[in-house]
């Protein structure tokens, strides 16, 4: 849309960047922190739950039994998965018949709507985690789409303890963000919560009631 | 359009200072809030350091603001995302409009957005036969009571939770009456699922730009911000031009000051990163991104090299929470969009003096929206100056629009009075020996009498401080 606004907002712009007096004050690092790989995830652990997420601390190799054993607890009717990755390859095997049925999010949101809103829960990966401020870094692609983690009442999300950073900014340093962000990448702390009511604090107003953490240690 | 043109702020003072629930309601909540930051950021030292490179931050971004929004604009449109550019809300409501025709859409549902409500975004697009949904729960619930936001962060936080189950008992079709507010929060979770998955069009805010990458970030805690920018095949955001910062590091610090001074948290549940619309193989996400960019009078205010620390907030809201005045008043005895300390400097520039002028007024300058603001605007300075200017005659340059309305002959020559009495020694002292004989005695009449109708008369002592001075033997400089 060519108005002229854009032109005459930077014609102000301009002119008042002219006005000078901008004096930007150097400043100090960012407070960070500098955590051994253990308090890392004992710190994002005690956070997350602190905000009512479910942790678990568990064995790579054993920890899709850990998720079985959380799975027949709830009764659910279906497990939404993403085929073709490390997570998909471990389930799959795995899987027995009085468990939620694995689900795949098939074609696109056009067609896979009405479905995707009737699923209990779902199982994604996630890119790291942030032990300051104790959340998940989740980059969702195509295998595993952006609603996998939002709709479904019940979202498990797998996080391997090496992957675990000290701060925010570490991980935006570390892997280079500035790089190439992608179409949609995320923190999460917790299930869905509100507080617009008095000040109440109530979990899973809009997206996920429960939030159910694997952090997978060698 | 929303805004009456004239705000009887007076009238509405008066009306919100009566109102027992309302004063209760909001103690206890801006009680809660201020006590929730104060336990977040508890190591004073910490938080100093933290909010010194805060204010930096967005000190730089301003310093090169027009250079970062073209790097907005190019980054964002390589990346796919349409920019749109609006010097008033009227425009940027227009904007809004013909990419909702162009899809032949009519139910948008919405994040929330402080620059939505500026824009009166709603009245307008059910003006134009569009249903326009708020999806935050605080939003939604004002808004079936046709109400606006009283508070920045939580928009119904004037509202208790009978009041709420009455509303949704009433508004709501086969909603049974509930008091608890767990069920309250699943009535509107079952209502407003049934919107996101038939929305068409999905509006949000941005809280921060990122010029760097292109990437437009959204802070939230119940997951609405997502499904508004993730389900619909089309989303919308809008931002005030104020909100881009430069680099991907810069986030981080900003990440840690907005959550913690709104409400306590260390992190929101959801930190929403907006790239780029769905790409080739995606199997979900918005098929279209657009990105309107609104001005409405903040490039002017970018001019003055006082004012223009206004441009430096970051919506927190933590400056409303901290106001005796706010926490007295609630949001909407302000009248405008944006209450409390910050909307106090802000709303003025925008509309006027002449029309907002009196907002500037509702401060005591006690300085504790100082105090915890998070990118150290000096609120009582800009507001100093902006009472300064509602008297100010003449054309400065950086005259705030509608400046001098105030101007009258019988206050300047009050003032100027004042300003002999206080220069001439003799009449000091002379003034000063009549005060303390006959102040406590002053007739209750006219402007005296409206202001003790609230207050105690202040008692003049008998001597005054200056001859106190000159008994203990004090010399006279």
């Known amino acids: 849309m060519s108005n002229g606004a854009r032109e005459r907002i930077f014609a102000n712009l301009h002119a008042a960047i002219r006005q000078g007096g901008f004096a930007v004050p150097e400043t100090t690092a960012v407070p960070g922190l500098d955590l051994s790989r253990e308090e890392r995830v004992a710190r994002l652990k005690r956070l997350m739950e602190a905000i009512h997420a479910e942790v678990y601390l568990v064995n790579a190799n054993t920890w899709v039994d850990k998720l079985k054993e959380v799975l027949r607890k709830r009764h659910l009717n279906n497990l939404l998965y993403a085929p073709g990755t490390p997570i998909g390859d471990a389930l799959e095997p795995a899987w027995e018949s009085d468990l939620p049925p694995l689900t795949v999010y098939e074609g696109d949101i056009e067609q896979f709507k009405e479905k995707l809103f009737d699923i209990d829960a779902s199982i994604t990966s996630t890119r790291g985690g942030i032990a300051e401020s104790g959340a998940l870094i989740l980059w969702p692609d195509v295998k595993e789409p952006r609603l996998v983690s939002l709709v479904p009442s019940i979202h498990i999300a797998v996080l391997e303890a090496d992957k675990i950073y000290n701060t925010f900014a570490e991980a935006i340093e570390k892997e280079r963000w500035q790089d190439g962000m992608p179409t949609n990448g995320l923190l999460i702390s917790g299930p869905s919560k509100t507080a617009d009511i008095e000040l109440t604090l109530t979990f899973g107003v809009h997206g996920p009631k429960e939030l159910i953490v694997f952090i997978l240690d060698a | ?351 006027g003096l002449d029309k907002a002028g009196v907002m500037a007024s509702a401060s005591s300058l006690c300085g504790a929206c100082e105090e915890v603001c998070p990118v150290k605007i000096p609120i009582t300075k800009i507001l100093r100056i902006l009472r300064d200017e509602s008297y100010a005659a003449g054309d400065s340059p950086h005259a705030v629009k509608g400046h001098g309305y105030k101007k009258n002959l019988a206050e300047t020559l009050a003032w100027k009075g004042w300003a002999v009495m206080n220069t001439v020694p003799l009449l000091n002292a002379l003034s000063m020996k009549m005060l303390g004989m006959l102040g406590s005695n002053l007739p209750n009449v006219g402007p005296l009498k409206q202001w003790t109708s609230v207050r105690t008369a202040p008692k003049f002592a008998k001597k005054s401080l200056h001859t106190l001075a000159k008994e203990r033997g004090l010399r006279n400089e």
């Open chain 2, 1 to 351: 359009m929303g805004n009456p043109v004239v705000v009887d702020f007076e009238a509405n003072v008066a009306k919100a200072l009566v109102n027992q629930q309302l004063r209760k309601n909001l103690k206890s909540a801006m009680g809660a809030l201020s006590q929730r930051r104060k336990a977040v950021f508890s190591n004073q030292e910490e938080f100093e350091q933290l909010r010194s490179i805060g204010s930096a931050i967005r000190k730089r971004s301003l310093s090169k603001l027009p250079e970062l929004l073209e790097r907005l604009e190019k980054k964002c449109t390589e990346n796919g995302i349409q920019v749109h550019w609006a010097e008033t809300t009227a425009e940027a409501n227009q904007i809004v409009l013909d990419i909702i025709k162009r899809h032949e859409a009519s139910l948008v549902v919405k994040g929330k957005s402080m620059v939505s409500e500026e824009m009166h975004l709603n009245h307008f697009l059910e003006d134009n036969g569009i249903e326009a949904l708020e999806t935050d729960l605080g939003e939604y619930i004002i808004q079936l009571d046709h109400e606006t936001p009283s508070h920045i962060i939580v928009p119904a936080i004037h509202k208790n939770k009978d009041q709420v189950a009455h509303l949704f008992h009433d508004k709501i079709p086969d909603t049974p009456y509930t008091e608890v507010i767990e069920e309250l929060n699943a009535i509107a979770r079952k209502t407003l699922r049934k919107k996101f998955f038939a929305g068409e069009i999905g509006v949000s805010g941005v809280n921060f730009a990122v010029a760097e990458t292109g990437t437009l970030c959204l802070v939230e805690n119940e997951g609405n911000g997502r499904m508004c920018t993730t389900v619909p095949p089309v989303h919308i955001a809008v931002m005030g031009l104020e909100k881009v910062v430069e680099n991907l590091r810069d986030v981080p610090p900003l990440l840690r000051l907005l959550p913690g001074s709104a409400t306590g948290q260390i992190i929101t549940t959801y930190f929403n990163m907006i790239t780029s619309p769905r790409k080739a193989g995606e199997k979900d996400g918005p098929k279209e991104v657009h990105l309107v960019i609104l001005d409405n009078g903040r490039s002017k205010m970018l001019a003055d090299p006082e004012l223009r620390e206004t441009l430096q907030c970051i919506r927190c809201g933590a400056c409303l929470n901290h106001c005796p005045v706010y926490t007295r008043l609630g949001g909407h005895a302000y009248g405008y969009v944006y209450p409390g300390p910050i909307g106090s400097i802000l709303t003025p520039q925008m509309e």
